[in-house]
């Protein structure tokens, strides 16, 4: 009842009235009271009630106001930290310099309030969302706090008064179980129900948790309360069970329970069977992993197949291993002691609802509750996994599990706290066991019947969404902190099961090679497999490697490499492998090895450790190296294209693996691998079981012919090439194995810049970096910058002639090219061959450039560094006969020419003999063991070193050869000759010693005995026949054997005579080597070069270092005798060494045609684009210098014909028709406007051209006859039509049919063929229409330019008649019809609302308007493009592509249809004072606009355009000069306008001569005129005093009526200069007033603007009459009058907005500002940079029918043509009518790169140079012809 009292009363005293009776000591009857209170108050079945929350809200207040009582506690904040916590797409900060973790971000507002200049820092896009570490002296530098929490705020709050807090801890746990329980009651097990419903408690409960995020706000102090509720262990005891007779409490407890049985990893049913593994011991159960259980429960697995869903993997069986933990409690059910537990517990169940989460993380910055939290997290973290497993939405679930796992692990102090008090280690590894054993499937590596070993399949969703991912990054996030990773290598019962898990990769994805067909459907599996050994496997290797780089860790080293080992062993016994790989089998996949060879690496370079002690046994040497040395055959294979059956996706493997992210973790630790074993191994046996690998033994004979049972004859060049490559990657390559980690890194960065010039960026992410995040960016102590300009100049961004942009790029220095170019390190790092050819390119351009050697050089030869005392092993592969033999067997051949030898591979064998020469054999003394009998190669060579056996002769070798063999027929013609040779070989005496000399080299054979040997060795009890596997027959292909027979060549050569016999061929000479030649030898000299000099380097070398040597070279060029063409043993071999040389000839005459064409395209560009040379006028102005009465003749560019233009068959000029608006936007002053950047600033349009024109039209058409001010003005200020030209011409029939077929052709274009647009077919120049040209001639030459000795008034009075004459209407033909079209074609090009400004739209007075604004618009962007004024003449380029003459007569032809009636002629009006006509208006009519009102230019283009074309000069010099005697009284009436008062008194009281000559007396009689009228001077005197505050001297008057003058005199000019062919002589600014009035004929001096008038009818009498017209207005309000004298016509050209320097002012501004239309923030918001204007990009909310918003700004603000700046991506697009284009960027960071999408986030500055081009495009409208990408928009922009 009480509670019942309670409600009905007010909350606010109810709350002050209990919150008294609880402040007593004795507060029992006060917490029965507020208990009845929550309990009908929050009552949990009456839902979730904003009533609720408002009683809440009041009782925490206590009477106060929620407000107030926030406001309170916030003043009692203790906390130093920000915790700000985001979601994602939040906008954060990054600071390496200040992090100590890499995970470390900071809000907006505290990286701005830190002082982080000069810092390595980067602003970046949350991808999982995130919280403000400032102040968290764990994760950064203190020095890197922001100001407000850089002050320890904690010390100086004062403390909480006690009852402040009261009722809320009173009041909160009911509150938290409420929500609870809510929980529990809206939960259903997902198979039951949709997820929906979960969404719909979600949204229930979404009020009451948003309440608590309000209360984790208030700060430290209400954080402290909630703490303490939530970590309270007997509250939740008592509220938890719900009391007994609470029926709805009672019943979703029960609901709790169920849903936490289900909660361990093993659910109920496994557990009766899982049980017996879970009491093994640990290490005997993680072995059994690997081992037998495997098989055993394989039967078991296949009952349950179905239910798993696995139909998709066919006859594949899933494995199910025995699980096998020390703790079985991490699989147990969870246990709930407080509320903060089952919380958590129901945010997993939920999957983690945002907010949620948002507030679990808002709690953090209280410590006692971090820890708490962190260890309930933990507990539930098998948890946390098995519902992620289970989640259909497990992307977002996995941003949001590592949004809060971040915050807790990152931190080392609470990492290293919860691993060794809740296991942390364990429960990861056990999970991540857990989770791949879900996705097991039997390998199919080597033999698959009797495999046992188990690898996860890539297809499963596991793998192919990467859901394990949160998972592994908290793994490699803890194991980064040292103590935790020490815990981890110290404890073996965490090592073994971590190696069975590693082992499960070992051998994934394993690719078989199709023989027969293509394979059907490509699986893309590999981006799985790759990614999970990336992320699984090597990730956590390198962040334990990071912990194992002292002499003190050397025991886990050891350890670690001592565990590989036994699990590769078990490995290698679970796939059942022998000593032969499985044929056409390939994985990439080997995490095992690689971890040894990583470990094994670091022991040695790091921790002083003997290499030898960490090796096993020869036998498991032999064994590890197969698998990587079968990686390294297939990518040779792949390349070789023997695998194209199996699709692209193989290729895309070969890249993966030695692609920048991987190559660190994959192909080098696989070669430093294959290195160790090369440097332990027996080197013959090493060499030949690679020789073996590559398919290429059958190729190595001494016959010109040989069969190969395994490779096509055209894969076998690139196979050996593939070989000898890599036996110089062993050679000579120690990426791991030798360099410091400096010299990798150079090394690195040289080949990434040699292969083309890289931007900063892409280098940053080329270089290989250790690809654990927690170890900084890249290797080695010295720093990437510092190393970039050791090796790297700058080239800045430059922008090119066809307007593509260059980003700022880093080209390597010279000296790196002569010294460091390392072609080996480049093969090795390229993932595209091409680029290998690119780098050889650039090195022979640059020794050409520098002159070093022209021709075709060779890839140099590098020396290399010397090696870890340890690989000195590796130096017996150079010295072993197998290689000796190898090396004099491919010398011979490319001598003899025989087939697939190539250029290639005679450098990489010489290399491979100066690299034998370079590092001589340590001690030649163990080597003179005794040789074994049976060695078939003793035959060849005594010793093994290489410096001896150079010179030693081989004679005869016997070879197995087909019967169709030369050699065979060769061995009949000899025995048919005599019975026996004669043996040349001193030793033998007899033939049948030289058969058992010539021995046949068999390699096959030598490693098997070589592998037995070893094998013997290690195993004494076993019998000779181990292994007697001998498959030679599977090297010969079956039924071949019969053809083949044994031959013996006479050989003679020893391999210098081979060298010195080659370097006769290569040089085409005889005796290229003399005698002399020797004497004077220094290899050093030889650093760059072709073939030649590489062998004469060679023989220096080998003469210097071996005095034997020497003396045989010289017998050899003794003889010098001329050696015998070798017999070309079949047309075929000559074929192909021919193809070489037709290749190599091929390649220079395509460069010399590229060449050639490139010159003659530039000489084509410097023609065409507006390259400023002053040349001679283009074809429309050449008229002049012909002779006079001759037509113009066109090229039409489609037929090619040349001729004039007919009536029939009109020639006309491509042109691009586009509605503008540049002009619109000029204002008076020269500055741009500036970009607003806070709330203060704004644009304010109304000043612009177009808007103050737009004011004075209406204005007047508020007071004038509407025909009247349609002619007083001009449009197209706005949207006006401006017209362009490549100036190509073509017959207009020719174009339609170019059209036509364009129409047909379905090729994807840029441009819309029915919108008639086109490209030119010359130039390719975008274009959309034809402007038909004029027949006749081409100017007004001849009788029309001969000076005039008329009087004024004759030539007046001749324009008078001219005028009236009629327009003839033109006969109708194919010309007059083009000309209609384009004028059709003018009008459609713009929008109506620009053509129609008259009363009446469509009238042909509006037709008039729109006319002949067409032609001002076109004169007065010539100008503005001109740069405003005509100082600098007529070597303009614009005047090259001009089209005005031809416009002019088209647009002529059409006007001359209205005639103007003679009545309101405005000529009469200019020339004859009339003051009889005092026409008195009807009521209804309004006034003619007086003259001084009428905007001359218009009149001007009105008379021209109407009279009878082609114009006399004189009749334009006529009009000319009575027009500009208006514009000169125009310019007096504004001035006096601008006059004070009094000056304007002192000037009328002057006595002047009176002269219609000065200005003096004709202002002074302007100005008496004027006073006439009612008050025209009054009404402004206040502003004007301010607007002339200097006083007026006659010589700023004579200035300012030049200026006013001067605009008309430019147009006049122009006009004259296209019309007429006059040319424009270029002067100084000064000067232009009097040149123009000289050029238009104006006869003046250049001291008086006056003098250049020429009045027809008395001066004083015409002005009386102008001004009468404007004082008999007497109905115009005055004000306006003057506005419309005193109108200025000058503008200052077109400028884009002022940017800020850094564009970091304009993202913060408006990356949050909302949008004016729909007040949402927009996703993409973008700024119009002509207005300033802030709109949504693609926004669905401004839309307006079915149009985005840009495309109607672009159209509302620049007549369709629109640039805007994306906010978000720092990039400019163009909208141009229906497409647009990417335009690039005007910011760039400080390596001049842009950065599309904020990607890298580094600051970004404006590229001033880039800004000017964009302005430059806008105000020439060339945005068509310089961006090459344009797409169709379909109005969604």
Request: charged fraction near 25%.
């Given at each position: 009842?009480?509670?019942?009292?309670?409600?009905?009363r007010?909350?606010?005293?109810?709350?002050?009235?209990l919150?008294?009776?609880?402040?007593?000591?004795?507060?029992?009857?006060g917490?029965r009271?507020?208990?009845?209170?929550?309990?009908?108050?929050l009552?949990p079945e009456?839902?979730?009630?904003?009533?609720?929350?408002?009683w809440?809200?009041?009782?925490?207040a206590?009477?106060?106001?929620?407000d107030?009582?926030c406001?309170?506690?916030?003043?009692?904040?203790?906390?130093t930290?920000?915790?700000?916590?985001?979601?994602?797409?939040?906008?954060?900060y990054?600071?390496?310099?200040?992090?100590?973790?890499?995970?470390?971000?900071?809000?907006a507002?505290?990286?701005?309030?830190?002082?982080h200049?000069g810092?390595?820092?980067?602003?970046?896009?949350?991808?999982?969302?995130?919280?403000?570490?400032?102040?968290?002296?764990n994760?950064?530098?203190?020095?890197?706090?922001?100001?407000?929490h850089?002050?320890?705020?904690?010390e100086?709050?004062?403390?909480?008064?006690?009852?402040?807090?009261?009722?809320?801890?009173?009041?909160?746990?009911?509150?938290?179980?409420?929500?609870i329980?809510?929980?529990?009651?809206?939960?259903?097990?997902?198979e039951s129900?949709?997820?929906?419903?979960l969404?719909?408690?979600?949204?229930?409960?979404?009020?009451?948790?948003?309440?608590?995020?309000?209360?984790?706000?208030?700060?430290?102090a209400?954080?402290?309360?909630?703490?303490?509720?939530?970590?309270n262990?007997?509250?939740?005891?008592?509220?938890?069970?719900?009391?007994?007779?609470?029926?709805y409490?009672k019943?979703?407890?029960?609901?709790?329970?169920?849903?936490?049985?289900?909660s361990?990893?093993?659910?109920?049913?496994?557990?009766?069977?899982?049980?017996g593994?879970?009491?093994?011991?640990?290490?005997?159960?993680?072995l059994?992993?690997?081992?037998?259980?495997?098989?055993?429960?394989?039967?078991?697995?296949?009952?349950?197949?179905?239910?798993?869903?696995?139909?998709?993997v066919?006859?594949?069986k899933?494995?199910?291993?025995?699980?096998?933990?020390?703790?079985p409690?991490?699989?147990?059910?969870?246990?709930h002691?407080?509320?903060?537990?089952?919380?958590?517990?129901?945010?997993?169940?939920?999957?983690?609802?945002?907010k949620?989460v948002?507030?679990?993380?808002?709690?953090?910055?209280?410590?006692?509750y971090?820890?708490?939290?962190?260890?309930?997290?933990?507990?539930?973290?098998?948890?946390?996994?098995k519902t992620?497993?289970?989640?259909?939405?497990?992307?977002?679930?996995?941003?949001?599990i590592?949004?809060?796992?971040?915050?807790?692990?990152?931190?080392?102090?609470?990492?290293?706290?919860?691993?060794?008090?809740?296991q942390?280690?364990d429960i990861?590894v056990?999970?991540?066991?857990?989770?791949?054993?879900?996705?097991?499937?039997?390998?199919?590596?080597q033999?698959?019947?009797?495999n046992?070993?188990?690898?996860v399949?890539?297809?499963?969703?596991?793998?192919?969404?990467?859901?394990?991912?949160?998972?592994?990054?908290d793994?490699i996030n803890?194991?980064?902190?040292?103590?935790?990773?020490?815990?981890?290598?110290?404890?073996?019962?965490?090592?073994?099961?971590?190696?069975?898990?590693?082992?499960?990769?070992?051998?994934?994805?394993l690719?078989?090679?199709?023989?027969n067909?293509?394979?059907?459907?490509?699986s893309?599996?590999y981006?799985a497999?790759?990614?999970?050994?990336?992320?699984?496997?090597?990730q956590p290797?390198w962040?334990?490697?990071?912990?194992?780089?002292?002499?003190e860790?050397?025991?886990?080293?050891?350890?670690?490499?001592q565990?590989?080992?036994?699990?590769?062993?078990?490995?290698?016994d679970?796939?059942?492998?022998?000593?032969?790989?499985?044929?056409?089998?390939?994985?990439?996949?080997?995490p095992?090895?690689?971890?040894?060879?990583?470990?094994?690496?670091?022991?040695v370079k790091?921790q002083?450790l003997?290499?030898d002690?960490l090796?096993?046994?020869?036998?498991?040497?032999?064994?590890?190296?197969?698998?990587?040395?079968q990686?390294?055959?297939?990518?040779?294979?792949?390349?070789?294209?023997?695998?194209?059956?199996?699709?692209?996706?193989?290729?895309?493997?070969?890249?993966?693996?030695v692609?920048?992210?991987?190559c660190?973790?994959?192909?080098?630790?696989?070669?430093?691998?294959?290195?160790v074993?090369?440097?332990?191994?027996?080197?013959?046996?090493?060499?030949?079981?690679?020789?073996?690998r590559?398919k290429?033994?059958?190729?190595?004979?001494?016959?010109?012919?040989?069969?190969?049972?395994?490779?096509?004859?055209?894969?076998?060049?690139?196979m050996l090439?593939?070989d000898?490559?890599?036996?110089?990657v062993?050679?000579?390559?120690?990426?791991?194995?030798g360099?410091?980690?400096?010299?990798?890194l150079r090394?690195?960065?040289?080949?990434q810049?040699c292969?083309?010039?890289?931007?900063?960026?892409?280098l940053?992410?080329?270089?290989?970096?250790?690809?654990?995040?927690?170890?900084?960016?890249?290797?080695?102590?010295?720093?990437?910058?510092?190393?970039?300009?050791?090796?790297?100049?700058?080239k800045?961004?430059?922008?090119?002639?066809?307007?593509?942009?260059?980003?700022?790029?880093?080209?390597?220095?010279?000296?790196?090219?002569?010294?460091?170019f390392d072609?080996?390190?480049?093969?090795?790092r390229?993932?595209?061959?091409?680029?290998?050819?690119?780098?050889?390119?650039?090195?022979?351009?640059?020794?050409?450039?520098?002159?070093?050697q022209?021709?075709?050089?060779?890839?140099?030869?590098?020396?290399?560094t010397?090696?870890?005392?340890c690989y000195k092993g590796?130096?017996?592969?150079?010295?072993?006969?197998t290689?000796?033999?190898?090396?004099?067997?491919?010398l011979?051949?490319?001598?003899?020419?025989?087939q697939?030898?190539?250029?290639?591979?005679l450098?990489?064998?010489?290399?491979?003999?100066?690299?034998?020469?370079?590092?001589?054999v340590?001690d030649?003394?163990?080597?003179?063991?005794?040789c074994?009998?049976?060695?078939?190669?003793?035959s060849?060579?005594?010793?093994?070193s290489?410096?001896?056996?150079?010179?030693?002769?081989?004679?005869?070798?016997r070879?197995r050869?087909?019967?169709?063999?030369?050699?065979?027929?060769?061995k009949?013609?000899?025995?048919?000759?005599?019975?026996?040779?004669?043996?040349?070989?001193?030793?033998?005496?007899?033939?049948?010693?030289?058969?058992?000399?010539?021995q046949?080299?068999?390699?096959?054979a030598e490693r098997?005995?070589?592998?037995?040997?070893i094998?013997?060795?290690?195993?004494h009890?076993a019998?000779?026949?181990?292994r007697?596997?001998?498959?030679?027959?599977?090297w010969?292909?079956?039924?071949?054997?019969?053809?083949?027979?044994?031959?013996?060549?006479?050989?003679?050569?020893?391999?210098?005579s081979?060298?010195?016999?080659?370097?006769?061929k290569?040089s085409?000479?005889?005796?290229?080597?003399?005698?002399?030649w020797?004497?004077?030898?220094d290899?050093?000299?030889?650093?760059?070069?072709?073939?030649?000099?590489?062998?004469?380097r060679?023989?220096?070398?080998?003469?210097t270092?071996?005095?034997?040597s020497k003396?045989?070279?010289?017998?050899?060029?003794g003889k010098?005798?001329?050696?015998?063409?070798?017999?070309k043993?079949?047309?075929?071999?000559?074929?192909?060494?021919?193809?070489?040389e037709r290749?190599q000839?091929?390649?220079?005459r395509?460069?010399?045609?590229?060449?050639e064409?490139?010159s003659?395209?530039?000489?084509?560009?410097?023609?065409?684009?507006?390259?400023?040379?002053?040349?001679?006028?283009?074809?429309m102005?050449m008229?002049?210098?012909?002779?006079?009465?001759s037509e113009?003749?066109y090229?039409?560019?489609?037929?090619?014909?040349?001729?004039?233009?007919?009536?029939?068959?009109?020639?006309?000029?491509?042109?691009?028709?586009?509605?503008?608006s540049?002009?619109g936007h000029?204002?008076?002053?020269?500055t741009?406007?500036?970009?607003?950047?806070?709330?203060?600033?704004?644009?304010?349009?109304?000043?612009?051209?177009?808007?103050?024109?737009?004011?004075?039209?209406?204005l007047?058409?508020?007071?004038?006859k509407?025909?009247?001010c349609?002619q007083?003005?001009?449009?197209?200020?706005?949207?006006?039509?401006y017209?362009q030209?490549?100036?190509?011409?073509?017959?207009?029939?020719?174009h339609?049919?170019?059209?036509?077929?364009?129409?047909?052709?379905q090729?994807?274009?840029?441009?819309?063929?029915?919108?008639?647009e086109?490209?030119?077919?010359?130039?390719?120049?975008?274009a959309?229409?034809?402007?038909p040209?004029?027949?006749?001639?081409g100017?007004?030459?001849?009788?029309?330019?001969?000076?005039?000795n008329k009087?004024?008034s004759?030539?007046?009075k001749?324009?008078k008649d001219?005028?009236e004459?009629?327009?003839?209407?033109?006969v109708?033909?194919?010309?007059?019809?083009?000309?209609?079209?384009?004028?059709?074609?003018?009008?459609?090009?713009t929008?109506?609302?620009?053509?129609?400004?008259?009363?009446?739209?469509?009238?042909?007075d509006?037709?008039?308007?729109?006319?002949?604004?067409?032609?001002r618009?076109?004169?007065?962007?010539?100008?503005?493009?001109?740069g405003?004024?005509?100082c600098?003449?007529?070597?303009?380029?614009?005047?090259?592509?001009?089209?005005?003459?031809?416009?002019?007569?088209?647009?002529a032809?059409?006007?001359?249809?209205?005639?103007?009636?003679?009545a309101?002629?405005?000529?009469t009006?200019?020339?004859?004072?009339?003051?009889s006509?005092?026409h008195?208006?009807c009521d209804?009519?309004r006034?003619?606009?007086?003259?001084?009102?009428r905007?001359?230019?218009?009149?001007?283009?009105?008379?021209?355009?109407t009279?009878p074309q082609?114009l006399?000069k004189?009749?334009?010099?006529?009009?000319v000069?009575?027009?500009y005697s208006?514009?000169?009284?125009q310019?007096?009436?504004?001035l006096s306008?601008?006059?004070?008062?009094?000056?304007?008194?002192?000037?009328?009281?002057?006595?002047?001569?009176?002269?219609?000559?000065?200005?003096?007396?004709l202002?002074?009689h302007?100005?008496?005129?004027?006073t006439?009228?009612?008050?025209?001077?009054d009404?402004?005197?206040?502003?004007?005093?301010?607007?002339?505050?200097?006083?007026?001297s006659?010589?700023?008057?004579?200035?300012?009526?030049?200026?006013f003058c001067?605009?008309?005199?430019?147009?006049s000019?122009?006009?004259?200069?296209?019309?007429?062919?006059?040319?424009?002589?270029?002067?100084l600014v000064?000067?232009?007033?009097s040149?123009l009035?000289?050029?238009l004929?104006?006869?003046g001096?250049?001291?008086?603007s006056?003098?250049?008038?020429?009045?027809?009818?008395?001066?004083?009498?015409?002005?009386?009459?102008?001004c009468?017209?404007?004082?008999?207005?007497?109905?115009?309000?005055?004000?306006q009058s003057?506005?419309?004298?005193g109108?200025d016509?000058?503008?200052?050209a077109?400028?884009?907005?002022?940017?800020p320097?850094?564009?970091?002012?304009?993202?913060?501004?408006?990356?949050?500002?909302s949008c004016?239309?729909?007040?949402k923030?927009p996703?993409?918001?973008?700024?119009?940079?002509?207005?300033?204007?802030?709109?949504?990009?693609?926004?669905q909310?401004?839309?307006?029918?079915?149009?985005?918003e840009?495309?109607?700004?672009s159209?509302?603000?620049?007549?369709?043509?629109?640039?805007?700046?994306?906010?978000?991506?720092?990039?400019?697009i163009?909208?141009?009518?229906?497409?647009?284009?990417?335009?690039?960027?005007v910011y760039?960071?400080?390596?001049?790169?842009?950065?599309?999408?904020?990607?890298?986030?580094?600051?970004?500055?404006?590229?001033e140079?880039?800004?000017?081009?964009l302005?430059?495009?806008?105000v020439?409208?060339?945005?068509?012809h310089?961006n090459?990408?344009?797409?169709?928009?379909?109005?969604?922009?």
């Amino acid at each position: 009842m009480m509670a019942a009292s309670l409600l009905r009363r007010d909350k606010k005293s109810t709350a002050a009235h209990l919150k008294a009776d609880l402040k007593r000591t004795d507060n029992s009857s006060g917490l029965r009271q507020l208990q009845e209170l929550l309990d009908s108050v929050l009552h949990p079945e009456r839902g979730s009630e904003p009533e609720a929350l408002e009683w809440c809200k009041w009782l925490l207040a206590g009477g106060d106001g929620f407000d107030e009582f926030c406001r309170t506690v916030r003043s009692y904040d203790n906390a130093t930290l920000c915790g700000l916590v985001w979601t994602a797409n939040f906008v954060a900060y990054r600071c390496r310099t200040c992090g100590i973790s890499p995970c470390m971000s900071l809000c907006a507002e505290c990286f701005n309030n830190g002082d982080h200049t000069g810092h390595d820092f980067n602003m970046f896009r949350s991808q999982a969302g995130g919280a403000c570490d400032c102040g968290d002296g764990n994760v950064m530098r203190e020095s890197g706090f922001c100001s407000r929490h850089r002050l320890k705020t904690g010390e100086n709050v004062p403390s909480v008064p006690r009852d402040l807090l009261l009722m809320s801890e009173m009041v909160l746990p009911r509150f938290i179980i409420t929500i609870i329980q809510y929980l529990r009651d809206g939960y259903t097990e997902p198979e039951s129900a949709a997820d929906r419903d979960l969404q719909k408690v979600l949204q229930q409960l979404d009020l009451h948790i948003s309440f608590l995020e309000e209360l984790t706000k208030m700060g430290g102090a209400m954080r402290t309360v909630l703490t303490k509720i939530l970590t309270n262990q007997q509250t939740f005891k008592e509220l938890s069970m719900g009391q007994e007779e609470n029926v709805y409490a009672k019943r979703n407890y029960e609901k709790y329970l169920s849903a936490l049985k289900s909660s361990g990893l093993l659910s109920v049913e496994e557990k009766g069977t899982g049980a017996g593994a879970t009491d093994t011991p640990a290490g005997a159960g993680a072995l059994s992993l690997l081992g037998a259980t495997a098989a055993a429960s394989l039967e078991d697995s296949s009952k349950e197949e179905d239910q798993d869903g696995l139909q998709g993997v066919g006859q594949r069986k899933r494995v199910k291993l025995s699980s096998s933990t020390k703790d079985p409690s991490i699989m147990d059910t969870l246990k709930h002691k407080c509320f903060l537990e089952e919380l958590l517990f129901w945010t997993i169940k939920y999957e983690f609802p945002q907010k949620m989460v948002t507030f679990l993380l808002n709690m953090l910055p209280d410590q006692d509750y971090k820890i708490t939290f962190t260890k309930t997290f933990v507990q539930h973290y098998a948890f946390i996994m098995k519902t992620l497993m289970k989640s259909h939405e497990s992307d977002t679930m996995s941003n949001r599990i590592v949004h809060i796992s971040v915050q807790l692990f990152s931190n080392e102090e609470l990492a290293r706290h919860v691993t060794e008090e809740c296991q942390l280690l364990d429960i990861m590894v056990t999970v991540l066991i857990y989770m791949m054993e879900s996705c097991l499937i039997k390998s199919e590596l080597q033999d698959e019947e009797s495999n046992h070993h188990v690898v996860v399949n890539c297809g499963e969703a596991l793998l192919k969404n990467n859901t394990y991912w949160p998972l592994v990054s908290d793994f490699i996030n803890i194991l980064s902190h040292q103590s935790v990773a020490k815990r981890f290598l110290e404890d073996q019962s965490l090592l073994l099961p971590w190696m069975s898990f590693v082992s499960f990769f070992q051998g994934m994805n394993l690719n078989k090679r199709e023989l027969n067909e293509h394979v059907e459907f490509e699986s893309q599996t590999y981006y799985a497999a790759f990614a999970a050994e990336l992320e699984a496997c090597a990730q956590p290797m390198w962040g334990l490697l990071t912990h194992c780089k002292v002499k003190e860790t050397q025991e886990y080293t050891k350890t670690v490499v001592q565990y590989c080992l036994d699990t590769l062993q078990m490995w290698f016994d679970a796939i059942g492998f022998v000593d032969e790989p499985a044929l056409n089998q390939l994985t990439f996949h080997l995490p095992l090895h690689r971890y040894y060879a990583m470990f094994l690496s670091k022991g040695v370079k790091c921790q002083g450790l003997d290499l030898d002690s960490l090796l096993p046994d020869q036998e498991m040497l032999m064994k590890i190296m197969v698998h990587p040395l079968q990686i390294q055959a297939s990518l040779s294979e792949i390349h070789s294209n023997m695998w194209v059956r199996n699709g692209l996706q193989i290729k895309g493997q070969a890249m993966t693996y030695v692609q920048s992210h991987f190559c660190n973790s994959m192909i080098d630790p696989d070669i430093y691998l294959l290195q160790v074993c090369a440097s332990r191994l027996d080197p013959d046996y090493f060499i030949s079981s690679v020789f073996e690998r590559f398919k290429v033994v059958d190729l190595l004979t001494m016959a010109s012919q040989h069969q190969n049972a395994v490779l096509d004859s055209e894969q076998e060049r690139p196979m050996l090439e593939g070989d000898l490559i890599l036996a110089h990657v062993f050679l000579s390559l120690c990426v791991i194995a030798g360099m410091s980690d400096d010299e990798i890194l150079r090394a690195e960065m040289v080949s990434q810049l040699c292969m083309n010039d890289r931007t900063h960026s892409s280098l940053l992410d080329l270089i290989p970096e250790n690809p654990n995040p927690k170890s900084g960016v890249v290797p080695g102590s010295c720093s990437f910058e510092e190393m970039l300009s050791a090796v790297a100049d700058f080239k800045a961004p430059v922008f090119e002639p066809g307007g593509s942009m260059q980003q700022g790029m880093y080209t390597p220095k010279a000296e790196v090219w002569e010294k460091e170019f390392d072609p080996i390190m480049v093969i090795l790092r390229t993932v595209y061959r091409r680029d290998v050819q690119s780098a050889m390119d650039r090195y022979s351009a640059f020794l050409k450039q520098s002159g070093i050697q022209t021709g075709n050089p060779w890839p140099p030869y590098k020396e290399r560094t010397p090696l870890h005392p340890c690989y000195k092993g590796l130096v017996r592969l150079l010295h072993c006969k197998t290689l000796h033999i190898v090396i004099f067997t491919l010398l011979y051949k490319i001598w003899m020419d025989h087939q697939n030898m190539s250029e290639h591979v005679l450098c990489m064998v010489l290399y491979l003999i100066e690299l034998g020469l370079d590092n001589p054999v340590q001690d030649d003394k163990v080597e003179e063991e005794p040789c074994i009998e049976e060695h078939c190669h003793d035959s060849w060579f005594p010793g093994t070193s290489l410096l001896s056996n150079l010179h030693h002769v081989i004679n005869f070798v016997r070879v197995r050869v087909p019967e169709t063999a030369p050699e065979v027929e060769r061995k009949r013609e000899r025995e048919r000759e005599r019975e026996t040779p004669a043996s040349t070989s001193s030793e033998s005496s007899t033939f049948g010693q030289n058969l058992r000399e010539a021995q046949v080299f068999s390699l096959v054979a030598e490693r098997r005995r070589k592998f037995q040997e070893i094998i013997n060795r290690s195993n004494h009890e076993a019998s000779q026949a181990v292994r007697p596997k001998s498959s030679s027959s599977r090297w010969l292909p079956p039924g071949s054997p019969p053809q083949l027979v044994t031959e013996i060549l006479e050989i003679g050569e020893s391999m210098l005579s081979l060298l010195v016999k080659l370097h006769q061929k290569l040089s085409g000479k005889q005796n290229s080597l003399s005698l002399s030649w020797l004497a004077e030898v220094d290899p050093a000299h030889h650093a760059h070069g072709d073939g030649l000099t590489a062998i004469e380097r060679i023989l220096a070398k080998a003469a210097t270092r071996s005095r034997h040597s020497k003396r045989c070279l010289q017998e050899i060029c003794g003889k010098v005798c001329p050696p015998i063409p070798p017999k070309k043993n079949s047309p075929g071999d000559k074929k192909s060494m021919d193809k070489e040389e037709r290749r190599q000839r091929a390649r220079e005459r395509q460069q010399k045609l590229l060449a050639e064409f490139a010159s003659r395209q530039k000489s084509f560009m410097e023609t065409a684009m507006d390259v400023e040379s002053p040349e001679t006028d283009a074809v429309m102005d050449m008229g002049s210098a012909e002779p006079l009465d001759s037509e113009v003749l066109y090229d039409c560019v489609i037929c090619g014909q040349s001729g004039p233009s007919t009536e029939d068959r009109p020639t006309g000029l491509v042109v691009l028709l586009q509605a503008s608006s540049v002009l619109g936007h000029r204002c008076r002053s020269d500055t741009p406007k500036r970009l607003p950047i806070t709330d203060e600033e704004h644009i304010y349009p109304e000043d612009t051209c177009g808007a103050t024109h737009d004011v004075r039209l209406s204005l007047m058409q508020r007071y004038f006859k509407d025909s009247s001010c349609l002619q007083s003005v001009s449009i197209g200020w706005d949207g006006g039509v401006y017209v362009q030209t490549c100036g190509h011409t073509l017959h207009i029939d020719c174009h339609k049919s170019y059209m036509e077929s364009l129409r047909n052709d379905q090729v994807l274009q840029g441009f819309s063929v029915d919108k008639g647009e086109f490209t030119c077919p010359l130039c390719r120049q975008f274009a959309n229409s034809v402007l038909p040209c004029r027949p006749g001639r081409g100017m007004e030459t001849g009788a029309w330019h001969a000076p005039s000795n008329k009087s004024m008034s004759t030539l007046v009075k001749e324009v008078k008649d001219l005028q009236e004459q009629l327009g003839i209407f033109p006969v109708e033909s194919n010309l007059s019809k083009e000309m209609e079209s384009v004028i059709k074609d003018i009008k459609n090009t713009t929008q109506k609302k620009y053509m129609d400004y008259g009363k009446n739209p469509g009238s042909p007075d509006n037709d008039f308007l729109f006319m002949y604004s067409v032609a001002r618009t076109n004169l007065e962007l010539e100008l503005v493009h001109r740069g405003g004024n005509l100082c600098s003449g007529g070597a303009s380029a614009a005047a090259k592509r001009s089209c005005l003459n031809q416009l002019f007569h088209v647009l002529a032809m059409h006007m001359r249809l209205y005639s103007i009636d003679s009545a309101y002629n405005p000529w009469t009006r200019l020339t004859q004072s009339m003051h009889s006509r005092d026409h008195v208006y009807c009521d209804d009519e309004r006034p003619e606009v007086p003259m001084l009102f009428r905007d001359v230019p218009s009149l001007l283009i009105i008379f021209i355009l109407t009279m009878p074309q082609p114009l006399r000069k004189e009749h334009f010099t006529c009009v000319v000069k009575v027009l500009y005697s208006l514009q000169y009284t125009q310019a007096l009436a504004a001035l006096s306008v601008r006059f004070s008062r009094e000056e304007r008194l002192a000037w009328s009281k002057k006595n002047t001569p009176n002269s219609d000559k000065s200005w003096e007396s004709l202002l002074c009689h302007m100005i008496s005129e004027l006073t006439k009228a009612k008050d025209v001077y009054d009404t402004n005197s206040e502003e004007t005093l301010v607007l002339s505050s200097s006083v007026w001297s006659p010589q700023s008057i004579e200035f300012s009526l030049q200026q006013f003058c001067l605009p008309f005199l430019r147009l006049s000019c122009l006009l004259q200069h296209h019309l007429y062919g006059d040319s424009l002589p270029g002067c100084l600014v000064e000067e232009e007033f009097s040149l123009l009035a000289g050029c238009l004929g104006l006869a003046g001096s250049a001291q008086s603007s006056a003098a250049c008038l020429e009045w027809n009818v008395n001066a004083l009498d015409l002005i009386s009459q102008w001004c009468s017209e404007v004082i008999a207005l007497s109905d115009t309000p005055t004000q306006q009058s003057v506005s419309l004298l005193g109108q200025d016509p000058q503008w200052a050209a077109p400028r884009l907005l002022h940017l800020p320097d850094n564009y970091n002012t304009i993202f913060q501004y408006y990356h949050r500002k909302s949008c004016t239309s729909c007040g949402k923030t927009p996703k993409d918001p973008a700024l119009c940079l002509v207005c300033g204007a802030f709109v949504c990009l693609k926004g669905q909310c401004c839309k307006q029918q079915g149009v985005c918003e840009c495309v109607l700004h672009s159209q509302h603000c620049g007549a369709a043509t629109g640039i805007f700046l994306l906010i978000n991506a720092s990039v400019i697009i163009i909208i141009r009518g229906h497409r647009f284009c990417l335009w690039g960027s005007v910011y760039l960071d400080a390596h001049g790169e842009e950065d599309r999408d904020l990607r890298r986030g580094k600051p970004l500055y404006l590229c001033e140079e880039r800004y000017r081009v964009l302005e430059q495009q806008w105000v020439s409208h060339t945005f068509d012809h310089i961006n090459k990408r344009w797409g169709p928009h379909y109005n969604g922009l």
